[in-house]
C-alpha cells in the first residue's frame, strides 16, 4: 500500500469542518477507495481559541496559510477560506511554488486568477482541482471534463446560485416582493457578506466562467461575462410569466458560436415544466449540452457543510488515487483566449409593459415592434386597472439588442406607462 | 507528446458506429484533452459487406473478435457487441490475457462476470471501464466511483430502462393498455429481440447490480436483485396512482441496511411531483444519496448512438489520460460477498381492489389490515361501477412480506371480486 496522502486544511468555517469530518469518519473506506490512508496533517484558521465542535488535536496549527502551504509534511494544500485576492491567493501561489497539488473551493479565485494559476502548476506539473467550486456537491466539474470529453460542446446553463433560486421561488409561493424576501433570507443567513456577490449575480457568474473554460477550450475570461441580478425583478413579473407558463431564474448559459463565446449570468424565463422550471428552492442544476450526448441535467445541493465537502473529498481522492489532468481539461498553455460574442444568440423575449386606455395603443406598439423586425408570438391583455391595460407579449427569436431598439421607440408612441420590462425567454 | 492510444473496436453497430464518428470527427478537440492522439487501428463485426454509412477503411479488419483483442497493434479492446456469455466474453478475456485495457458497453456481461473479470484485470494491473453500460449517456459510472467517493453511500435508484418509462409514459398520455403500447413500442424499434430483457427488468436490473457494487464496495450480485417486469402494470392503476398524487415507475433501489443488501428493480409508485415522477418517455434518471452530499439526481438519454458513444469515449479518453482506477471503485479481491437482506426495507404501499357491495365490506379489509400490523394512511373509494366499490388504500410502512400477508387473508372475508393489486410506494 502506497504511503498517506497528507493534506494541509486552509480554512476551518463550515466547509473546512466538514472536510475534517469526512476524513475522521470515513477514514477507513476512504483507504479502502484509493488504496492508501489520506490524512490531515496540519490546518489554519485566523483564530485558534474558536470552538469548532471537532477534534483538531492530532492536526498542527499554522496561522499564517502561506506558512501552512509551504510545509514539508503536506502534499496537497486544501484551501477553504475564499476571496480572490488576499491569503487565499497568496497561500495558493506559495503551495504551487513549494510543490503542493491544490484543491480549492474558491471559484472568486480562479475566475481571476485562474489562467495564471493554471500555469503555475503547469510548468510545475501539479494539479489544481476545483469540484467544489462549481454548484456545491453536485461533481458538475468531473461531469464536463471527464464525462463528456468526448463530446463539442454546445451549451452549458446552470441555476448555481442557491440564495437568487431561494428567493425567486419563494417570492412565487408566497407571494411576496423582492425586498421583504432578500430581507427574511438575510435574516436566515443565506447571504453573503456582500449579498450582490448573491444578487448581483457575481458569485454564479464566477461559477459560470469556469464552467465556460472547460467546455470551450478557453481561457477563464470572467470579466466577458455579462452579469444581471434578480434585484429589478418584480413578483408581477413572477406572477405574468407564470400565467404563460414560465418560471424566472437567475440562469448563467454559455456558448460558443460563430459570433463567439457568450456567457451571460441574468435572469431568464424557462418553461415551468422543463427540468430548469421545476427547480425550487436553494437546489442548483447544471445542464450539459454536448453534440454527441444530448442534453445531460445534473440537480443537487448547492451549498452546505456536507455538499461542499463531498466535492472538496472527490477531488483528494482522485490525487490519492493518482488520477491527475490540467486544471482546465487541456494544457493552459493551449487554452485560446475567446472572443466575446458582441451580440448574443437570438431568444424569444417576454415583454410586460401598462398602456393607457387609448385606442389603436397596442396597435402602436405591435407597430412599433414590427417596425424593429420583432414578430409576436403570442400577447395578452390584461383588464383595465384603473384606466390602464397590462399588457404581455412573447416575441419571436429576436436579438437582446433589437429588443432594447424597439423598447427605445415605444416612448414615442405616447401610449406607454412606465417603463416595460423585458427578459430573455431561453429555450431549454 | 505521448504516442497515440491505439483502439480496437469489437462491434459496428449503432454504438460501434457512433464510436467511429466521434473519434474521426474530434480527432483534434480529443487530441487537445488527452494531450496525445486517440486512434482506431482494427475493428470486428460479424458482416464486413453490411452497408454501414461510415468510412472503415483506414482500420484493419477482424471477423473474429478474439483475434482483434490480441493484436499488438491495440493498446485498449473497445467491446461494443453486446451479450454475457459466446463472443463477448470470450474476447473481453482475450483481451485481458493479452494485456489490453478493455472499455464495455456491456452490462450483461459485467453483472454476470464481473467479479472474475475485475480479479483478471487486477492480476495484470489493467483496467475494465463500464461508463456506457449504465444509462447511456449520463455519465454516472464516473459520478459515483469518483465524484461521490468521499461518501457513505445510503442508497442508489434509478430508472435505467428507456423502453419501460416510454412504455409508462405513453399508457399514461395515451390512456392505453399495457399490451397496445408494448405492440407499438416493438413497431418503433426501440425494443430488444428479447422483449423481456427490457418490459422483464433484467437489462435495468444488471445495471443496478452494477451501481450496487460500486456504491457498497461488494462483489456484483445480479442473481439477488428483486426482479419485476412492467407487464402487469394496468391503466387503471397508472390512473388510481395519478389520482392520488403519484406515477409508476419501473425503478431500481439499491440500499444497505443492517439487513444487508437490497436490490430490486420493481414497479414502484413514486411522487408525481419528484424529478423521478417528472421523468417523461425514454429519458433515464439516476438518483445517487451519499451521508455526506445528501441527493444527487443525474437526468440524461440512456440510449442511442451518440450518447453511448459518448460514455464510451468518456473511458477511453480516461485511459488516454492516464487516468486508471479498480473496476468497482476498489480492489476486486478487497470486494465483500454480500449478504442479500430477507426483508426490504418498509414502506408505504398502494393497494387496489374491488369490493362487492355490500355492508360492512370497507370494514372487514381494514379490520384485515389492522390485525396483519398495517395502519392505513389514506383511503379512497369510488362511485360503484355494476355494484361493485373500487377502493384505493395507501399504507403506512409495511414490509413486503406484511402486505402479501394481509392480502393472502383478504379472500377470508369474502367481500373481495377479483385480485387485488399491491405496488411499493418508495419515498423519494
Same mark, same amino acid.
Given at each position: 500500500m502506497a504511503a498517506p496522502l497528507r493534506l494541509g486544511l486552509a480554512g476551518l468555517g463550515t466547509v473546512g469542518i466538514g472536510v475534517v469530518r469526512i476524513v475522521q469518519r470515513h477514514a477507513a473506506l476512504i483507504e479502502a477507495r484509493c488504496d492508501r490512508p489520506v490524512v490531515i496533517t496540519a490546518v489554519s484558521a485566523? %483564530?485558534?481559541?474558536?470552538?469548532?465542535?471537532? %477534534? *483538531? +488535536? #492530532?492536526y498542527a496549527w499554522e496561522t499564517d496559510p502561506v506558512a501552512l502551504a509551504r510545509r514539508d509534511d503536506i502534499d496537497v494544500f486544501v484551501e477553504v477560506m475564499g476571496g480572490s485576492e488576499g491569503p487565499a491567493k497568496l497561500a495558493t501561489e506559495a503551495a504551487l511554488a513549494a510543490g503542493k497539488d491544490v484543491v480549492t473551493a474558491n471559484k472568486a479565485l480562479l475566475a481571476h486568477h485562474g489562467q495564471a494559476l493554471a500555469e503555475a502548476a503547469e510548468a510545475k506539473g501539479l494539479a489544481i482541482r476545483f469540484e #467544489?467550486?462549481?454548484? @456545491? @456537491?453536485?461533481p458538475v466539474i468531473k461531469a464536463l471534463t471527464e464525462g463528456l470529453a468526448g463530446n463539442g460542446m454546445r451549451r452549458v446553463m446552470g441555476v448555481m446560485n442557491g440564495t437568487c433560486n431561494y428567493i425567486l421561488t419563494r417570492m412565487e409561493s408566497a407571494g411576496l416582493p423582492y425586498d421583504t424576501v432578500f430581507e427574511e433570507a438575510r435574516q436566515l443567513g443565506? *447571504?453573503? #457578506? %456582500?449579498p450582490n456577490l448573491d444578487v448581483g449575480g457575481i458569485d454564479a457568474g464566477h461559477k459560470l466562467s469556469l464552467l465556460a473554460a472547460i467546455a470551450f @477550450?478557453?481561457? $477563464? +475570461? &470572467?470579466?466577458a461575462v455579462e452579469l444581471e441580478g434578480i434585484g429589478a425583478i418584480s413578483i408581477d413579473d413572477i406572477r405574468h410569466a407564470a400565467d404563460l407558463g414560465f418560471r424566472i431564474k437567475l440562469l448563467g448559459v454559455a456558448q460558443m458560436s460563430g459570433r463567439g463565446l457568450e456567457q451571460r449570468m441574468t435572469p431568464c424565463l424557462v418553461p415551468m415544466d422543463s427540468p430548469l422550471g421545476q427547480l425550487q428552492g436553494g437546489t442548483n442544476m447544471v445542464v450539459l449540452e454536448g453534440d454527441a450526448v444530448g442534453q445531460i441535467v445534473l440537480r443537487g445541493p448547492g451549498a452546505g457543510e456536507g455538499p461542499t465537502a463531498s466535492a472538496v473529498m472527490a477531488d483528494v481522492i482522485d490525487l490519492a488515487r493518482g488520477l491527475r489532468l490540467p486544471t482546465f481539461g487541456q494544457r493552459a498553455s493551449r487554452l485560446a483566449v475567446p472572443v466575446a460574442a458582441k451580440v448574443a444568440t437570438p431568444a424569444p423575449y417576454y415583454l410586460r409593459m401598462t398602456l393607457l386606455d387609448k385606442p389603436g395603443a397596442l396597435a402602436k406598439i405591435a407597430t412599433t415592434l414590427g417596425d424593429a423586425g420583432i414578430s409576436i408570438d403570442r400577447m395578452r391583455q390584461y383588464g383595465h386597472a384603473g384606466g390602464n391595460a397590462p399588457v404581455l407579449i412573447v416575441t419571436h427569436k429576436a436579438t437582446g439588442a433589437d429588443i432594447a431598439h424597439a423598447i427605445g421607440r &415605444?416612448? #414615442?408612441? @405616447? $401610449? *406607454?406607462?412606465g417603463d416595460p420590462v423585458a427578459i430573455r425567454i431561453e429555450e431549454v
Open positions: 485566523r %483564530d485558534r481559541t474558536k470552538n469548532r465542535d471537532a %477534534d *483538531l +488535536s #492530532a #467544489a467550486a462549481v454548484a @456545491g @456537491g453536485i443565506y *447571504l453573503e #457578506a %456582500d @477550450g478557453t481561457r $477563464v +475570461s &470572467f470579466d &415605444f416612448a #414615442a408612441t @405616447g $401610449v *406607454l406607462v
